[in-house]
């Protein structure tokens, strides 16, 4: 799952939405899910700073994504997509394995 650790430097992950078109970046560390990054913060904090580019992600990250578990039901994902938050992490146990976005949702509804 593609990720970055709080000590990745801003510009790597700017470097990653570009890649990977997406407009989060979940933070984890060791495992830990700490922090995410939002594209649309990054670009702005850039465009006010290009500085910012060399900073850890640590230091511009948002609060981490909630979670759910790989066996939750689609209605739970369902209402964590639609009503609360754009984004979800899945976890298998102790592991992070994906993320689910609304787009996601979109996909499952088309």
């Known amino acids: 799952m593609l990720h970055v ?6 510009r790597d992950a700017v470097n990653l939405v570009r890649q990977y078109d997406v407009s989060q970046v979940p933070v984890l560390q060791d495992g830990a899910n700490v922090g995410v990054l939002q594209a649309s913060k990054l670009l702005r904090l850039a465009l006010e700073d290009k500085s910012v580019l060399d900073q ?13 578990a790989v066996s939750e039901s689609t209605d739970r994902v369902k209402d964590f997509l639609s009503k609360r938050d754009g ?5 298998d146990g102790s592991r992070i394995v994906g993320i689910l976005t609304r787009y996601d949702l979109l996909d499952y509804i088309l």
């Open 87 to 91: 984004a979800v992490l899945v976890r």
């Open 56 to 68: 850890p992600a640590a230091a511009v990250m948002d609060p981490p994504l909630p979670e759910i």
């Open 5 to 10: 650790n709080e000590s990745t430097p801003v």
